[in-house]
């Protein structure tokens, strides 16, 4: 299959003026291809950069230099040089992103959280809601839930939650941060055929799996993201050269 | 992948060069440039007097920038210099095409018409007749925004805060205005009265295609209902981008410091 999403000479560092102005390079320079059908897993320890990385291909961080292409309605876009109502296009259609944690929707019900994403690109409610009612079937959210806004719901439940979200649309692209980090084996090994099935109608997957399991089951290659680097450097004397992302391994 | 060349656009709804505006000493505020796209929410955040209500008036044809230029794509005439309209070609236009939500209902009800008078208000200016049309099409509305169909024939001086802010958004919806101005449209509202505001406007201006621009101090507010986020400071605009980019990743100074002021939003 062809390349979906492309990040080229990626770099990162934030600037946190609330403390001093403290420069915090992530990562420098990263490059990556994913093709359709094809899982990566991101892949180092707590504090490398992995979420910084997924949340950039989703443009919701910008990092200070380098290219995002997508393929988007048959086109090459960069994501980070994109107008911002295409971004919210590109969101829309081609880049799914799953987060680690809901963001609750104040009184609307989780059937419609789920349903939403499908209806922003035009579905026809009873269609999406049937889709929406499908995945939280097989997510075992039970259906006396469906009605209730999921602000009140468990940890493993909300996330269960977020997971059918981000699976409403059959986005070409995909974005996972830690989906199975609180939930138990028979909804992890749900969530993994989800992927699987996302994989197999070619979809370019890029996730972050702390589990062992779900990585053997559903990724392909790891991309080792940085190391955990503590350089605090003083504003304009920064020395990142240990902000190395190196390349994938098999 | 080779990336494709930028293609033309359709012109925005409305486009804003250059405005200003000052009171005599006191600056309002200073060069500012946007556009708005069909169907955009567009959030405008910054601390007390940073001029969002100034900018705001200017926008909406209520107040003359000192400098600049506003042009608005209507709906039949194309594009339009806002600023060289006569007064009554403003006003149609105004009642027509858009929508103002004012931060006190007050100013933006007729305190003296029944609710379903003052949903009804517009449509009838607008060229509506029939009365029983214009009657069914307000109540309508008033269910829209859960307001108790008893309460049609009353006065909007016996209705609480968030029911005259509600029916202000009726009334201002009824007609489906293309572009909304709302200055503070949840402002002195408590708390649950705000979260169903919230979700009543987010729906309405999601299913009806509205753009809208909307002048909050609150940050829940704009990550729930703006695509795209503009912060301002001492009457300009500092940082703009994705709502969600300038909320997660800011870049100034003083948005690091507004986003870290607040538990989460
Ligand atoms: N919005 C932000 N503003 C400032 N610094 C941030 C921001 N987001 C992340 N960081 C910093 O970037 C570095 C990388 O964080 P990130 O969350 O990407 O790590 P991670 O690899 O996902 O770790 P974990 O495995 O613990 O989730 C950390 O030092 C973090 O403090
Ligand atoms: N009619 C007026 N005459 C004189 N000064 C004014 C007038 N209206 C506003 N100002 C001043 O212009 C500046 C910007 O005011 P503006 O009302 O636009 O601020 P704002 O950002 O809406 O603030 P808030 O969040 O408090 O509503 C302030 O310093 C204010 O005092
Ligand atoms: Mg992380
Ligand atoms: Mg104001």
Known sequence: ?250 | MIPAPKRALPPPLLSVNGVSRSYGKQLGCQDISFSVRPGEVLGIVGESGSGKSTLLACISGRLQPDTGSLVYDMKDRGPVDILALSEPERRRLARSEWGIVHQNPRDGLRMDFTAGGNVGERPMAIGARHYGNIRSEAQNWLEKVEIDLSRTDDKPKTFSGGMQQRLQIARNLVTRPRLVFMDEPTGGLDVSVQARLLDLLRGLVRELGIAAIIVTHDLAVVRLLADRLMVMQRGRVIEEGLTDQVLDDPHHPYTQLLVSSVLQA
């Open chain 1, 1 to 250: 299959m062809s390349i979906r999403l492309h990040a080229e000479g990626l770099s990162k560092t934030f600037t946190l003026h609330t403390q001093g102005g403290t420069r915090l390079p992530v990562f420098r320079d990263i490059d990556l291809a994913v093709r359709g059908g094809e899982c990566v897993c991101l892949h180092g320890p707590s504090g490398a950069g992995k979420s910084t990385l997924l949340r950039s291909l989703y443009a919701n961080y910008k990092p200070d230099a380098g290219r995002i292409l997508v393929e988007h309605g048959g086109k090459i876009i960069d994501l980070l040089a994109a107008e911002p109502w295409e971004v919210v296009e590109i969101r829309k259609r081609s880049i799914g992103y799953v987060s680690q944690f809901l963001r609750v929707i104040p009184r609307i019900s989780t059937l419609d959280v789920v349903a939403e994403p499908a209806i922003f690109t035009g579905a026809a409610r009873e269609a999406a809601a049937n889709a929406a009612a499908n995945l939280l079937t097989r997510l075992r959210i039970p259906e006396r839930l469906w009605s209730l806004a999921p602000a009140t719901f468990s940890g493993g439940e909300q996330q269960r939650v977020n997971i059918a979200r981000g699976l409403m649309v059959h986005y070409p692209i995909l974005l996972l941060d830690e989906p199975t980090a609180s939930l138990d084996a028979a909804n992890r090994r749900m969530v993994i055929e989800l992927i699987q099935e996302a994989k197999s109608r070619g979809t370019a997957v890029v996730g972050i799996f702390h589990d062992e399991e779900v990585r053997n089951a559903v990724g392909d290659r790891l991309f080792e993201v940085g190391k955990s680097i503590d350089v605090r450097s003083a504003p304009h004397a920064e020395k990142e050269k240990s902000a190395h992302v190196g390349a994938s391994v098999e």
